[in-house]
């Protein structure tokens, strides 16, 4: 591994393709991310340069490249989101932040997200999850379960940010759906009709209906605990309130980080059980040993290493973010070449979890999550939450809240796949499979 050196001018830069003036290699990077990276690996290896997004681009492939890159945070490289999602993003949310002020937020934000602050929302998404799939049970058949999911992990969230607030969910989840398509925009065109615009039209909507409940919360003299709570609880070393702007941008950061993730690692966990009745056999016969414990707790879910393996498998096999970018503050030397400062650096989850250290990647197999055979991986191969000090602040509250979705729909309910729908993930932002997941659901 190498770290930054003092002289590198002699180091050539990676080898690749800048492609079209502009747009670079954009559009076969957004058109399919998967064969973009399988493509130029072949040719160049685990190291190599494009121009995507709007900026020159290193992809740095492996275990090792992770773990540079992880250790590289606020020494050579800083966090940087593409053009339209810089637009998009508040400035003052944890995502934007860089440096002490990053490690500030995330400092705040930590207690609100341990494994042990979950204990409180097993029983409230236990709650929602029987509401949301009795409404499955008695809707239209077969139907889109990413559709449905979606509005389940939704209503989950807003109760762990901001608790009993009135929140009209479903007119939430609309906007923000738009606001996020708007975030992957290829290009931040603010035109009539394009997405992008409807990203902004979306933003500005949603922080006109979140506001004035941020207001009224602020004004309570004790905050309830939630995450909006330690938000406006929070005070800096002069006693000082976070800004109201600062609450906002966070908490539609958050609402973000958190949900297209969690509804395709669940949509995607729903499709591979359904795919692979072995291990949806498994699964119940976990589920039946624990039966009669009654609502579930840390402590019931704890004892499902089975479901675990599998979750964590599913964001093996699909990892909901495929990757994530940095940009170099220097020159930096890394695998013999020169990454000039001010170029983008990838960080290629899919890419890490689709080759060695991990043999047939493509199949689907629960087993190989077991403690045994994981515990010889290198650091740095299985990454689907990140690492470094930017690792996903909501990776135990992911965790938790998908171990409790599939627990309830094991024990209660089944879903079959309708045949003949496209099942392959769309490949860009996130891996959903394509036809939304046409289920036909009933009770077990
Ligand atoms: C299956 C679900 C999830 C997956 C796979 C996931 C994955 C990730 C990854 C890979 C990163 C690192 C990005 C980077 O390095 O730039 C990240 C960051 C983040 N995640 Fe998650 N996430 C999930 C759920 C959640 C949830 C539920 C929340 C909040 C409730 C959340 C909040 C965040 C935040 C705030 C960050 C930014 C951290 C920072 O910049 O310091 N995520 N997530």
Known sequence: METPAADISHLPLPPGSSGLPLLGETLSFIQDTGKFLADRRRLHGEVFRSHVLGDPIVFLLGPEANRWIFAGENKYLRNRWHLSARKL????????????????????LAPHFTYAAMRHFVPRIEALVHRHCEQWLSGTQPFKAVDAVRALVFEVAIVLMMGESPVDAAYMSRLF?????????????????TTFARGVAAEKEMRAYLEPM?????????QPPDTLGSLLSARDEQ??????EAVLDELQLLL?????????????????????PEVLERCLREQQELAGQGPLTLETLRAMPYLHQVIQEVMRVIPPIAGAFRVTTQDVAYGGYRIPKGWQV?????????????TSPERFDP????PERCEQKPQGAYIPFGGGPRVCVGQHFAMVEMAVVAALLLRGYQWELVPGQDLSPIPFPIPLPRDGLLVRFSRR
């Open 89 to 108: 993003l508040g400035k003052q949310s944890v995502a934007m932040l860089n440096g002490g002020a990053h490690l500030d937020r995330r400092r705040l």
């Open 346 to 358: 990838s960080l290629s989850i899919r890419a890490s979890h689709q080759s060695a250290p991990w």
């Open 177 to 193: 759906k738009k606001w996020a398509a708007g975030l992957f925009a290829a290009v931040p065109l603010d035109l009539p009709f």
């Open 239 to 244: 006693g000082r309130p976070l800004p109201r």
């Open 367 to 370: 087993e190989r999550m077991g």
């Open 214 to 222: 941020v207001v009224e919360r602020e004004k309570l003299a004790e």
């Open 256 to 276: 973000f980080a958190g949900h297209d993730t969690t509804v395709t690692a669940t949509s995607n966990l729903m499709m591979l059980l359904a795919q692979h």
